[in-house]
């Protein structure tokens, strides 16, 4: 069954320069290696399609239950130079919570997860 | 432990960035017992405002909102011995101190009253002697060469680590002011100072490094901007800034006052944590090399999260730098067109501007073209606007080194108004501002090329 991200964790996201970082936090413990599997870099790459012009970068915390994403060439040049609303970056936090993924349903009954209406 | 040292030090950060919210410092030193107020107040291209406040004013060029504050609070932080750390000295950190000094004779505090000034940041002079012995001061983004920009720069900073602050601190000031130093060593300089923990006790240093980088952006870990079930997070109005609670094992908590909104819980944490990281492995400072890979949290009872485990490394051998330089100009001009077909009228609209713009010659380095209100921040994950959304407003930005050509652009807009779609309005503001460009150089500098001084001023 398809999950939405927002079910599963919570994000924020700022800048460096031209690059965009998202920290993706898992909601539960439980549900961080789903996010390990699921949210890999070429899924994000994919997901900000038309949006981040350069590579993506991933990084673990377990220790967080949290994943770390550069998102390169993000920003329209970054900072001032930037004419975006958004110059910082601070929406790709729940820009990236737009994704869904896909889960089995036994694993979704083990977590918790039930279908959404 | 010597006698007299400090188990338990308090922290408490006052403003997340220049023009945060100014009552937030009264709020730390009046609402409950701390030993520190943190104040950090420059961001990228402050220094670059500064420098052209000082040009006009050679008493000028640091955050005068400092001084004002320190008005109305430094009575209290002497009566209970609450120490001041703030880098609002800018370009003139001397300057900054003079103005603390002739407020503390106005408030009646002579003979009481000494400051720790420390400086040493400022390289805008030095820039020709570092490129004449190859120190290339490279963009470290871009790998570009500095002379690209050097005609254009306005201001040149190193970013000073904790050490000097340190220093100020060991002889017994109520208030150190700073110019570029970091944020996180306005927090660890306190704890080094209280603690006596050694320059290369890197464990302890990377967790005053990571105590204070979740507590430099205020409130946006006690509660504010915070995702994890924001509509339950209680009176925001009233939100309590952050406190560092740390032990002279280099363990801390984070809380805030009582009797203050927002909260303070792992999520609330966890998210600051994670704001403009880099590789988690290597957040580099001046002081250490701390990995974020190796936090342990846990909650301590109500708005309060305890933090330890924290692993660091041996400091590099480089400062960073940031040079700000001209790069142009810009503008913003908006209209709002509403419903039926909302978007679409936006759209007609933007097609109009461009062909205009187009038919009178004008170019830009940039154009850029949003839609507020239908996916200006999302972008294409926003799919398709709805026809029904009940209004759009259009968000046409240039930037170019052409400031004529900008200017001709800002007296386009409200012309559409009469001679564009239907259903607009919103532009009650006048034609956009052009405004200059200040462009943010980022590089690194071989830690011996920079020495800081601490100087002391004595009211």
């Known amino acids: 069954m398809k999950v939405g991200l927002t079910r599963i964790a919570h994000a924020r996201s700022g800048d460096k320069g031209d690059t965009a970082n998202v920290g993706l936090i898992a909601l539960r413990d439980e549900f961080y290696p789903l996010l390990v599997r699921e949210v890999t870099s070429a899924r994000v790459k994919e997901h900000f399609r038309g949006i981040c012009q350069g590579e993506v970068e991933r990084f673990e915390l377990p220790n967080l239950g949290a994943l770390n994403f550069l998102l390169h060439q993000s920003l329209g040049g970054g900072g001032t130079l930037s004419l975006m609303t958004d110059a910082q970056g601070k929406t790709f936090s729940t820009a990236l919570l737009r994704m869904q993924i896909d889960i089995d349903d036994e694993e979704a009954l083990r977590l918790g997860l039930t279908a959404e209406n | ?459």
């Not at chain 2, 005053?208 to 901007?225: D, F, L, P, R, Y």
């Open chain 2, 1 to 459: 432990m010597l006698t007299g040292m400090k188990d338990r030090v308090r922290i408490a950060a006052g403003q997340g960035f220049w023009g945060d919210l100014p009552e937030a410092p009264v709020r730390q030193v009046e609402g409950g017992a701390i030993d520190y107020l943190m104040l950090d107040y420059l961001a990228e291209v402050t220094m670059s405002i500064m420098q052209k406040q000082k040009a006009r004013d050679a008493k000028a060029g640091y955050a005068r909102d400092f001084v004002t504050l320190m008005k109305e609070i430094l009575p209290t932080c002497m009566e209970r011995d609450v120490k001041v750390v703030a880098n609002a000295g800018g370009v003139n950190v001397r300057g900054c101190a003079v103005a603390v000094a002739e407020v503390a004779y106005e408030l009646g505090l002579m003979g009481k009253l000494k400051i720790g000034i420390v400086s040493g940041d400022d390289i805008l002079d030095r820039l020709d002697d570092f490129l004449a012995r190859g120190i290339e001061l490279r963009n470290m983004d871009t790998g570009e060469a500095l002379h690209t920009v050097r005609d254009r720069i306005q201001s040149a900073n190193a970013y000073l680590g904790a050490a000097p602050i340190v220093e100020a601190l060991s002889k017994g000031v109520q208030v150190v002011i700073t110019g570029r130093a970091t944020d996180t060593g306005l927090t660890l300089a306190p704890l080094i100072h209280e603690f006596g923990w050694a320059v290369d006790d890197w464990d302890k240093l990377a967790a005053g490094t990571i105590a204070g980088h979740i507590i430099e952006c205020g409130a946006q870990c006690s509660g504010g901007n915070c995702q994890y079930d924001w509509q339950s997070i209680p009176d925001l109005a009233n939100v309590g800034f952050p406190i560092a609670e740390a032990s002279a094992d280099s363990t801390f908590v984070i809380t805030k006052h009582e009797n203050t909104g927002g909260r303070v819980n792992l999520p609330s944490v966890k998210e600051q944590l994670v704001y403009e990281m880099g590789d988690p492995h290597e957040y580099i400072t001046p002081d250490c090399v701390a990995d974020f890979t190796t936090i342990q949290l846990t909650e301590d009872g109500p708005d309060r999260v305890r933090v330890s485990g924290i692993k660091g490394r041996p400091a590099t051998d480089s400062l960073k730098v940031s040079i700000s330089y001209s790069a142009g100009y810009k503008a913003v001009g908006t209209l709002v067109y509403s419903w039926p077909d909302a978007y679409r009228k936006a759209e007609a609209a933007d097609k109009i501007l461009r062909a205009r713009l187009q038919r009178m010659g004008l170019s830009f380095d940039q154009i850029l073209t949003e839609y507020v209100g239908a996916n200006a921040t999302h972008g294409p994950l926003a799919g398709e606007p709805s026809p029904d959304l009940a209004e759009v407003q259009l968000r046409v930005g240039v930037r170019g080194n052409d400031r004529a050509a900008i200017e001709k652009f800002t007296k386009e807009i409200a012309p559409l108004i009469l001679t564009g779609p239907p259903g607009v309005t919103g532009f009650a503001g006048g034609r956009p501002k052009v405004e200059e460009v200040v462009a943010y150089w980022p590089a690194l500098i071989p830690k011996s090329e920079i020495t800081a001084s601490v100087k002391f001023l004595n009211v």
